[in-house]
């Protein structure tokens, strides 16, 4: 079993950055791929961004990417996703999720992964 707890949300201005954080409980953290996904108001949960357990691939959302970065520290059990240059339409509620077959059925779907924090509230004022 795993729990994850997620933080670093709030409210930011247009423009602005914010690092959320998912601390994982157990020992076997470094063996998981990890994964962040936001679900707005009315809308389905999409996919962000994705890391394997080494971190040696990394996948991003095009609707991201070249703002949000993502990252892990295994010692740590933690993953992290930096937001940079964020915008209205980032307003969402963030979740991390963790998979533990490293990836091997894809990391975009909400499907393949196991573990689900509660998630934390990210709001983005124009």
């Known amino acids: 079993q795993v729990q994850l707890v997620e933080s670093g949300g709030g409210l930011v201005q247009a423009g602005g950055s914010l690092r959320l954080s998912c601390a994982a409980s157990?020992?076997?953290?470094?063996?998981?791929?990890m994964g962040w996904f936001r679900q707005a108001p009315g809308k389905e949960r999409e996919f962000v961004s994705a890391?394997?357990?080494?971190?040696?691939?990394?996948y991003i959302a095009d609707s991201v990417k070249g703002r949000f970065t993502i990252s892990r520290d295994n010692a740590k059990n933690t993953v992290y996703l930096q937001m940079n240059s964020l915008k209205p339409e980032d307003t969402a509620v963030y979740y991390c999720?963790?998979?533990?077959?490293?990836?091997?059925?894809?990391?975009?779907?909400?499907?393949?992964?196991?573990?689900w924090g509660q998630g934390t509230q990210v709001t983005v004022s124009s």
């Open positions: 890391i394997t357990s080494g971190s040696s691939s990394t």
């Open positions: 157990g020992r076997t953290f470094s063996t998981y791929a």
């Open positions: 999720a963790a998979d533990y077959q490293n990836g091997r059925w894809g990391l975009r779907h909400v499907s393949v992964y196991d573990y």
